[in-house]
């Protein structure tokens, strides 16, 4: 659980309802008329009130300049017109990344002088990861583009070539250079249209579309110091699945997530997540209530939440909106000319600070061709931020416990770094934060003491004094600034002590009228004073022991915390240990499975072979048949030439004995 500050439980629990807002409306708000025009373009008064926080974006009150949105002529090599980037400040420079041209995806670094307006291309090349491989940044769209100290950190998007889980990379703008984040944990499939926002050293991702069109509602977490990705799993009805919103973090304790597009439509609806309660909501809003728009950009100043452009698929807006965090209130402080980028498609907005005043800074976005086109609008201080400075953190020291300053400030940062799951409860955190805020009751006592002391000084010295002094001086008071009254009878004796002058010169009492009166109420009070101080003694006496049980308890609950975080330790590095299994019976499991499929296909083939031989076996034992009956066949005929021979051997036989005739000699 996230300790929160009153303002931010108040806001997170009291106002924030569930329950529909309307689909749209009309602002209450009438633009103002248009005064002149600069470069073709239509310029708009516009009156922007903005307050301020103690930890918020932007620290002073600011008022849109009269001029509206005005175009910057820029320098330098000027970047290819594009959209679906991102941007990012860092310093004096706007860095701009990726997006698409008319052609393709783009994978260049852009970087804005904001001084001089002037562009330069960041130099191209191979990068080695950690583990040493050569890496160069994919073209990309969709993605996210986040500050943080001398770097800027691209988060998703849609890459070419595309990837299977979110990537993170870092630019160092000193040195030029990408570097490839090696993270670990359950790291959240890849996605373009998301939004991330960052809390310290975590960032906070939150929707999108995957690689298959489907719109996604998860939130996760990414570490920045271990490298380690959490999913966050809240309660209550959260935003619908939904892509190309906008998000941004207020005091790093409140998430707001507000339109985007669904499978069928945009919207406008706007949702909170408390990260006390971990609990989303949906904020109510009474009034005018901004129509269904996907694709806007916002920029978070102080309490003020700017949003310009966006649409649906038929419309789109020109207006620049402003959410009021306190107040819950929308309002339109601005519109736009037809022909400003704030109305492209996929275009960039960032906030900036030159000099004494801040202002907002377009880039790119399609309408019909990609642009390379760069607007500011200018939001002025005003005095009155001081002012409201003063009154909020008045505010809040008086909602403490105590007269000096509150307890500190725990950002979702700070608290995430101590809890590896991300919560913690409320009163753990107001147990460990009670005693630095509040004033001790023996302050209190020693102030009743000094008190005392400064009243017994004053007597003496008035006493030393001589009775025409006194005379003289008979209503001296004492400085307010010396003793603080804590009661009604510390400023009765006050108001007594400056009418009194009772005074006593070398032994000798001097002649006053009432004094016995006035010294016996003296030592009625002094008297009840004493008692005072003994029922405070007794009160210190308590309030010490509770003070020392307190702290026994702090000792015990720190003691369970860190047995709790060395068995969470235990946990982790045993569900390492079980992934790592996991992943062995895995690859076991694959091998079987491949083993399997061998000896299947092998076991076909031969039961192919089998049925084969089989028919083989058949046509040969019918061969075999066949030819029995023609080597029987073949038998008859050669027994029957045998007895066929024996005949003609027998009559051979019974020719040879045959004695032939002799003939007579023919005689003619």
Known sequence: MFPFSRRGKKLGRVKVQLSDSPQGGRSPIRHPKRANKSKGDNVTTVT????????????????????????????????????????????????????????????????????????????????????????????????????????????????????????????????????????????????????????????????????????????????????????????????????????????????????????????????????ETMMWSRIKIHGFHPSPRAGCCGVLCGTKWYIAGGGSRKKRYSEILIFDILKLEWSVVHTSSQHSITTNKGFSLVLSQKKDAEYLVAFGGLKKEPSDQVEILILEKNESSTSRRITLTSKKCSSSTGPTSGPEKQSLASVMEHHGSGRKSLSESLLMDSNPGNVSLRKEHADDDVALKLARNLEDERSSLPMEQTKKHPTTQESPSMVEPENTEKDEKQ??????????????????????????????????LI?????????????????????????????????????????????????????????????????????????????HDVAFLKAVLDDTQKELQSTRGVLSGERARAFQLQVEVFHLKQRLQSMENRTPTPRKPFLG
């Open 48 to 275: 922007v009130i903005n307050g301020s926080d103690d930890n918020s974006h932007c620290s002073s009150t600011a008022t849109g300049n009269s001029e509206g949105w005005r175009k910057i002529s820029t320098s330098g090599d000027k970047p290819t017109p594009r959209f679906n980037h991102a941007s990012a400040v860092i310093g004096k420079k706007m860095i701009v990344v990726g997006g698409e041209s008319g052609k393709g995806l783009l994978e260049d670094v852009q970087v804005l002088n904001l001084e001089n307006y002037s562009w330069t291309t960041a130099s191209s090349r191979l990068y080695l990861s950690p583990s040493s491989l050569q890496l160069k940044i994919p073209a990309c769209k969709g993605h996210c583009l986040v500050p943080w100290e001398k770097k800027v950190l691209l988060v998703g998007g849609r890459t070419s070539p595309p990837s299977d889980r979110v990537s993170v990379w870092a630019f160092d703008v000193g040195t030029e250079s990408w570097s490839l984040v090696e993270a670990k944990g359950d790291i959240p499939i890849a996605r373009s249209g998301h939004t991330v926002v960052r809390a310290g050293s975590k960032l906070i991702l939150f929707g999108g579309e995957d690689n298959k069109r489907r719109k996604l509602n998860d939130l996760h977490m990414f570490d920045l110091k271990s490298l380690t990705w959490l999913p966050l799993h809240c309660k209550g009805a959260g935003p619908s699945a939904r892509c190309n919103h906008v998000a941004t973090l207020y005091d790093d304790k409140l998430l707001l997530v507000f339109g985007g597009t669904s499978k069928s439509k945009s919207l406008n609806d706007l949702f909170s997540l408390d990260f």
């Open 495 to 528: 108001k007594n002590d400056d009418t009194v002058a009772f005074q006593e010169t070398n032994g000798k009492s001097g002649s006053f009228p009432g004094s016995s009166s006035i010294y016996q109420s003296y030592e009625k009070k002094m008297s009840a």
């Open 531 to 607: 008692r005072k101080k003994g029922i405070l003694e007794g009160q210190l006496a308590a309030a010490l022991a509770g003070r020392e049980a307190a702290e026994k308890n702090i000792s015990s609950v720190v003691k369970s915390r860190q047995e709790a975080e060395k068995r969470l330790n235990d946990t982790l590095k045993d569900m390492e240990m079980m992934k790592e299994k996991l992943v062995l019976v895995e690859m076991a499991q694959e091998e079987a499975n491949s083993l399997s499929n061998v000896v299947h296909s092998d076991h076909v083939k031969l039961e």
